[in-house]
């Protein structure tokens, strides 16, 4: 007999990753014919079906671009519904790859596009180190909303299953810092995110402008911001952590436009 204790948060995340595996994560945009089924996420990867209105953003946005997108980059995959939508909106024609630090989310994302039939390339890389040099007409990131806190008392250390849920204070700096080296010439970096952080005073900036002001690549980008209202369900989520505060806006989705200057001579 093996022996072993787990604590009482891990134990429950094992229940509810096996009820989200079995019961499947059903998301409007990619409800059948589009799909074969739901998504069904693997252990230790963020998955929830609310709210949906960055993925809404981001599909007017694959809609309305005039950019031709030969090559797309799902960064920070996940369990895939990025990856899916790209598939979904642009069809087979251009080379779709997905990609995750999270050993989990490779094996997962990787075993979701076997069950869906999409011919999507699933890779571990850690941001850019792992790409082997490849450059993309478009790279898509949905990194987390909130910063990593730091463990209390009793707690296990943090893990790269943490990452899923929230971003280290590295995280962008070096996103901006890469993102010139993995776009084509006049290639965008599209990232979906949201106030959430800054209106409940998490942080006293956003992380996004912050790591830019600082960034090598700072004069490199043109970019652009497009806000919408969270849906109803998005607005009545809550993250657990408490509030600081008062709450100066309520929280809204994002979707940054960082489209890379063709270089001139």
């Given at each position: 007999?093996?022996a072993?204790?787990?604590p009482?948060?891990?134990l429950?995340?094992?229940v509810n990753?096996w009820?989200?595996?079995?019961g499947g994560?059903?998301?409007?945009?990619?409800?059948?014919?589009?799909?074969?089924?739901p998504?069904?996420?693997?252990?230790g990867?963020?998955?929830y079906?609310?709210?949906?209105t960055?993925?809404?953003?981001?599909m007017?946005?694959?809609?309305?671009?005039?950019?031709?997108?030969r090559?797309?980059?799902?960064?920070?995959?996940?369990c895939?519904?990025?990856a899916l939508?790209?598939?979904?909106?642009?069809?087979s024609?251009?080379?779709?790859?997905?990609?995750?630090?999270?050993v989990?989310a490779?094996?997962?994302?990787?075993?979701e596009?076997?069950?869906?039939?999409?011919?999507?390339?699933v890779?571990?890389?850690?941001?850019?180190?792992?790409?082997?040099?490849?450059?993309?007409?478009?790279?898509?990131?949905n990194?987390?909303?909130?910063?990593?806190?730091?463990p209390?008392?009793?707690?296990?250390?943090?893990t790269k299953?943490?990452?899923?849920?929230?971003y280290p204070?590295?995280l962008?700096?070096r996103l901006?810092?890469g993102?010139?080296?993995?776009?084509n010439?006049?290639?965008?970096?599209?990232?979906?995110f949201?106030?959430?952080?800054?209106?409940r005073k998490?942080?006293?900036?956003h992380?996004?402008?912050?790591?830019?002001a600082?960034?090598?690549?700072?004069?490199?980008?043109?970019?652009?911001?497009f806000?919408?209202?969270?849906?109803?369900?998005?607005?009545?989520?809550?993250?657990?952590?408490?509030?600081?505060?008062?709450?100066?806006?309520?929280?809204?989705?994002?979707l940054?436009?960082?489209?890379?200057?063709?270089?001139?001579e």
């Open positions: 007999e093996i072993f204790a787990l009482s948060g891990v429950l995340g094992l990753a009820q989200y595996f079995q994560l059903r998301f409007p945009f990619l409800a059948p014919p589009r799909l074969k089924g998504i069904r996420p693997f252990y990867v963020y998955a079906p609310h709210p949906v960055h993925f809404e953003l981001l007017e946005w694959l809609k309305n671009t005039t950019s031709p997108i090559s797309a980059l799902d960064l920070g995959t996940g895939g519904v990025v939508l790209l598939s979904v909106v642009l069809g024609k251009p080379a779709l790859v997905a990609s995750d630090v999270s989990n490779v094996y997962g994302a990787k075993e596009m076997k069950r869906q039939g999409v011919q999507v390339e890779i571990q890389a850690d941001l850019f180190e792992g790409l082997g040099g490849r450059k993309f007409d478009l790279v898509v990131f990194p987390p909303w909130l910063p990593l806190p730091q209390s008392a009793g707690e296990p250390p943090r299953l943490d990452s899923g849920n929230f204070e590295d962008f700096p901006f810092d993102l010139p080296e993995v776009l010439p006049g290639g965008t970096a599209v990232l979906l949201s106030n959430h952080a800054l209106s998490y942080v006293e900036e992380p996004f402008q912050a790591a830019m600082g960034s090598k690549s700072k004069d490199r980008f043109r970019t652009r911001l806000t919408r209202d969270f849906d109803l369900e998005g607005r009545r989520r809550r993250t657990g952590r408490p509030q600081v505060g008062v709450v100066d806006e309520e929280p809204r989705a994002e940054w436009e960082f489209q890379l200057e063709e270089a001139t």
